[in-house]
C-alpha cells in the first residue's frame, strides 16, 4: 500500500485531472494512515463522483473534528446509500450529536439502524456507550443488557458492560461476565486486566472518554467485521480512520498488524504493533507478535532477543514462556525448546484442558532430544488434558511401534487416529508405517499407497520425501522392485533432509537387504502441528 501511495502519487502529479488517479491516490493515502493528504484528495475525489462513501465519510469526520457538526453529518447522510455505508453513517452520525450532548438526537440517530436486524449489535452497544457517556445510566443499562444478551461472546460488549457495571458499584456482577468469557473464549489480556482490577479493588477510566474515541470505537467495530469477512482492504481503511481518530488506540494498532500479517506484509505488521504501549495490557502478546515476525523474516536472533527481552521484563508471564518454547522447536533446537515448556508450566497450579498443547509440544521436544521417559509421560499428559486428539496419538502410538513397545495400545492409537482423520495423509502413512515396522508389508503397502493418494490435491502431488520413501520400502518388501526405485527417486528429488537423502541414495544404488530390521530404517512421517 505505501509503494502504490507513492506511485499514484507520482503519476496524478503529471497528470493531475485524472479521475482514476484522483481515486486511487485517495484510498492508498487513506490505507497508509496518510490523513492529511487523504483529506486533500477526497475533496476531488466528490468532485468527480459526489456518491463516493469514503471520501462522504473522510470529509464529514473533518468537518466534526472543525465543530461543524451540520456539515459532518451531511456528508455522513450523502455516505449511507449501502449498507455498509448505511451502518457507518449512523454510528457517527450518533457521536456527532453525542459531542454536542445530544441524547435524544443521538439515540434517534441509532434507531435508524433498525431497519435491519444485522445492525443490532452495533446499534445496542454504541447506544449505551452514548448514554453512559451523556450520563443517562438508566437508558445505558438497558441497551448494555441487551446488547450482552444478543452478543455476550463479543469482547467490546463485555469491556463496556463490565466497565459501566464497575463504574455503576457492581464489580462482582462484573466479575462474573469477565469470568464466563474467559471460560467460554479465547484468553484476552483486556478482560483478564479487568477481572484482575476488580480483585485490586480499583476502578476503570470510562471505557469512552470522549465523543472522539466514540467515533473511533465506531471504526474499530467496522474494520473488524470487514476482517472477518476477508475485506482486508476494507478492513484497513477503517482502522486507519480509528486512529486518526485515537492515535493511542492499542486494539487498533494490533488490527493493523493482524491485516499485515495475513497480506504476509511482516515488517508492516511489526511497525503496526510497535506503537502499543507498554503500559498497554496488549504489549506483551504485541512483543511476541514482533517475535514470530521477525522469525518469519528469517530474523532467528532478533526473534529471540525480543522474546527473552519480555522475559526479562515479565519473568512470571506465561506465554512468553511458551513462545519461547515454540521457537527453539520450529528450529529444532529440543533442549531449550523442553526447558521454555517445563518453565511455562511450572506457572500453572492445575493443568487444564488448554494446557495440551505445551504438554504435547513439550513431548515432541523431548522424544527429539532422546529423552523418551519424559516425552511418553508428556504425550499421556496431553491425552488426559485432550482426550484422543488424532495428532497426540498418532505421535504417540507410532513412538511406540517404534520402539517395538507397547504394540497392541500403539496401533489401537493409530487406528483411531485414522479413524478421526481418515483424510490425513500423514496420518494413514503413519498407519502404514506402523504396518510396515511390525512386517506386515502388504496391508502397509494399501495404507502407504492411499496415504499417497491423499497427499495429492488437483491432480498435483505434495513433496514429500517421506511418505514416498516409505511406500518405496514397502514395495521392495512385497518384490515391486521397479515401483520402489520409482518412490525412492521421487523421494530423492523432494528435499529430504540430510541422513535421509544419505539412506536413500544408498537404497537406489543397493536395494534394502533381507536382513535389514523394519524398526530401524525410518522414524514416522508424523507431522506435529504447530502453533
Request: hydrophobic share 45%; charged share 30%.
Amino acid at each position: 500500500m505505501e509503494a502504490a501511495a507513492a506511485y499514484f502519487g507520482r503519476a496524478l502529479a503529471r497528470d493531475p485531472e485524472n479521475p482514476v488517479l484522483i481515486e486511487r491516490s485517495f484510498i492508498h493515502e487513506l490505507s497508509v494512515g496518510n490523513l492529511d493528504r487523504a483529506e486533500e484528495l477526497a475533496q476531488s475525489v466528490l468532485e468527480v463522483s459526489t456518491d463516493h462513501r469514503m471520501g462522504r465519510i473522510v470529509l464529514g469526520l473533518a468537518a466534526v473534528r472543525e465543530g461543524r457538526h451540520d456539515a459532518g453529518r451531511e456528508h455522513f447522510a450523502e455516505a449511507a446509500f449501502t449498507p455498509l455505508g448505511e451502518l457507518t453513517s449512523g454510528l457517527l452520525t450518533a457521536w456527532s450529536f453525542a459531542e454536542e450532548r445530544k441524547l435524544d438526537e443521538a439515540l434517534a440517530a441509532l434507531g435508524v439502524l433498525e431497519s435491519q436486524d444485522a445492525f443490532g449489535n452495533f446499534r445496542l452497544l454504541h447506544s449505551g456507550l452514548i448514554a453512559t457517556h451523556l450520563g443517562d445510566h438508566v437508558r445505558a443499562e438497558k441497551a448494555f443488557r441487551d446488547a450482552y444478551e444478543r452478543a455476550g461472546s463479543s469482547l467490546r460488549v463485555v469491556q463496556a458492560f463490565g466497565a459501566f457495571l464497575e463504574r455503576t458499584g457492581r464489580g462482582q456482577e462484573a466479575a462474573g461476565l469477565y469470568d464466563l468469557f474467559l471460560e467460554t473464549a479465547q484468553r484476552s489480556p483486556l478482560v483478564e486486566e479487568a477481572r484482575a482490577r476488580i480483585e485490586a479493588n480499583e476502578l476503570p477510566e470510562p471505557f469512552i472518554g470522549t465523543a472522539s474515541d466514540g467515533m473511533a470505537e465506531a471504526m474499530f467495530s467496522l474494520a473488524n467485521v470487514m476482517l472477518a469477512e476477508q475485506s482486508m482492504d476494507v478492513a484497513l481503511v477503517y482502522a486507519q480512520l480509528a486512529l486518526s481518530l485515537k492515535p493511542d488506540f492499542a486494539i487498533a494498532h494490533a488490527l493493523i498488524g493482524e491485516i499485515h500479517e495475513d497480506a504476509e506484509l511482516y515488517e508492516r505488521a511489526i511497525e503496526a504493533y510497535e506503537k502499543i504501549s507498554e503500559d498497554s495490557p496488549l504489549w506483551p502478546s504485541a512483543e511476541i507478535q514482533i517475535a514470530t515476525n521477525l522469525d518469519r523474516m528469517e530474523k532467528f536472533d532478533e526473534a529471540l532477543a525480543r522474546i527473552d527481552g519480555l522475559i526479562a521484563a515479565r519473568p512470571d508471564y506465561y506465554d512468553a514462556l511458551v513462545a519461547r518454547g515454540n521457537l527453539m522447536r520450529l528450529h529444532e533446537k529440543w533442549v531449550e525448546a523442553a526447558e521454555a515448556y517445563t518453565r511455562a508450566l511450572a506457572l500453572v497450579d492445575t493443568l487444564e484442558r488448554e494446557h495440551w498443547t505445551v504438554a504435547y509440544f513439550r513431548a515432541i521436544a523431548n522424544e527429539r532430544a532422546g529423552k523418551w521417559t519424559e516425552a511418553e509421560a508428556d504425550f499421556r499428559t496431553a491425552l488426559r488434558l485432550e482426550p484422543d486428539h488424532p495428532s497426540v496419538l498418532n505421535y504417540l502410538g507410532y513412538s511406540l511401534v517404534d520402539m517395538n513397545q507397547k504394540l497392541d495400545e500403539a496401533m489401537d492409537m493409530i487406528a483411531k487416529a485414522v479413524e478421526l482423520r481418515p483424510n490425513d495423509g500423514y496420518i494413514v502413512d503413519s498407519l502404514g508405517w506402523a504396518h510396515y515396522q511390525l512386517g506386515d508389508y502388504e496391508e502397509a503397502v494399501e495404507h502407504l499407497e492411499r496415504a499417497i493418494g491423499l497427499s495429492c490435491g488437483d491432480h498435483q502431488c505434495s513433496a514429500d520425501p517421506v511418505i514416498n520413501d516409505h511406500l518405496g520400502d514397502a514395495y521392495w518388501r512385497v518384490g515391486r522392485r521397479i515401483e520402489a526405485r520409482f518412490q525412492w527417486s521421487h523421494a530423492r528429488d523432494s528435499d529430504p533432509e540430510p541422513e535421509d537423502l544419505k539412506r536413500i541414495l544408498s537404497k537406489l544404488t543397493d536395494g534394502l537387504k533381507d536382513d535389514d530390521s523394519p524398526a530401524a530404517v525410518q522414524k514416522s512421517a508424523a507431522d506435529p502441528e504447530k502453533p
